[in-house]
């Protein structure tokens, strides 16, 4: 089994629609992160948790929330989903105390119509 | 703050051909890692090499090669004798110590040829 799973793989949503991504990891890894991905802009940073308790915006947060209900689940929600909401976004997860690697889910391909 | 540049935007040799793919990077950090991932066609992001800035030994690992030159503030990959199966998607990203938040390069498309 993958240790980061995304669900869903794929949504198409309308504009205006709440949509949220999920994220799970069986590493055992305190840090989570959210990550879009444009062609041509490699990947953005969205928010990011060292831990439960600790949520922190990235450089672009804007549009986007999140919720760590736990350390091995972290949840993505775009409240009210507009086009240029358009991307692939990656979940990864690394462990602080061990090395400073970012292990990465399958991603999930979001499209707003 | 930080940066990661790879100029590269698309590179296509022909197989068996080497490739060396650029990465140059900046901070202010004396202690920081970086790091090369593929994105194959799949889209999945694989993670392949870490290295941290007080470990400038090169590295080979089969057919890949990296080299990190700190004077220079590079970390450039090399493949051997590419293979179709070394199409896709390379990223290099930079992490500063005790901070973990990763900056990635915008990417580069490598696209061997048969």
Known sequence: DADVTQTPRNRITKTGKRIMLECSQTKGHDRMYWYRQDPGLGLRLIYYSFDVKDINKGEISDGYSVSRQAQAKFSLSLESAIPNQTALYFCATSDFTIDHTQYFGPGTRLTVL | ?114
């Open chain 2, 1 to 114: 703050a930080q940066k990661v540049t790879q100029a590269q935007t698309e590179i296509s040799v022909v197989e068996k051909e080497d490739v060396t793919l650029d990465c140059v990077y900046e901070t202010r950090d004396t202690t920081y890692y970086l790091f090369w991932y593929k994105q194959p066609p799949s889209g999945e992001l694989v993670f392949l090499i870490r290295r941290n800035s007080f470990d400038e030994q090169n590295e080979i690992s089969g057919r890949y090669s990296w080299n990190f030159q700190k004077s220079t503030s590079s970390f450039n990959f090399t493949i051997t004798a590419s293979q179709v199966v070394d199409s896709a998607v390379y990223f290099c990203a930079l992490c500063q110590g005790g901070y973990q938040k990763v900056t990635f390069g915008t990417g580069t498309k490598l696209q061997v040829i048969p």
